[in-house]
């Protein structure tokens, strides 16, 4: 393992137990109001959520996998000649804001305001944005499938982009609020 990908990895324990210990504390925090973080989405939808939560995880564990283990650091070219390292910031991308929008959702239930409403969109707009470069990252390494884990890693990172892009950033805020 390269330097690059032991600081990837690093980058992912320590988001990975922000993210994980914001929810945790968010719910220890607020016992009984887990409900209320669904907001207006109806109860139909809910399992179409859960469903596509469990295959985010599963597809972020794919991509985690294939950057952290599978890549050779030196010979990753991303777009406009990006270096492997590109790779820390799109994860920082999407774990530190992961890590703010339960405490923000809970501090928008007590106290609505709209500051808070923006910091929330912001939050889940930075992770979409963040899981669809990584998504366009790892597509561009088509060339290097056979010996990367090109198929399994980029397609998990399209199941994680659409549910942290199209179901969390785009869809959540509009029933939410309605």
Do not use: C
């Not at 070219?77 to 270096?83: A, E, F, G, N, Q």
């Not at 959702?105 to 470069?133: E, H, Q």
């Amino acid at each position: 393992m390269s330097s690059t990908q032991a600081i990837l990895l690093a980058i992912n324990i320590v988001g990975g137990i922000a993210v994980i210990g914001s929810y945790a504390l968010g719910l220890w925090a607020h016992p009984g109001q887990g409900n209320e973080l669904w907001g207006g989405v109806p109860g139909s939808l809910r399992g179409v959520y859960g469903i596509s939560m469990l295959l985010s995880a599963v597809g972020y564990l794919l991509f985690f996998y294939h950057t952290v283990f599978r890549m050779d650091p030196p010979q990753v070219r991303l777009p406009w000649d990006l270096p492997f390292a590109t790779f820390h910031i799109l994860f920082v991308l999407i774990l530190l804001p992961s890590a703010f929008w339960m405490s923000l959702t809970f501090a928008w239930l007590a106290a609505p305001s709209t500051a808070l409403w923006i910091a929330i969109r912001t939050v889940l707009g930075l992770v979409g944005i963040g899981s669809l470069m990584m998504l366009a990252a790892l597509a561009s390494l088509k060339g290097l499938a056979p010996d990367q884990f090109w198929w399994p890693s980029t397609v998990g990172a399209a199941v994680f982009t659409f549910h942290t892009l199209v179901l969390d950033a785009l869809l959540w805020p509009k029933l939410f609020a309605a």
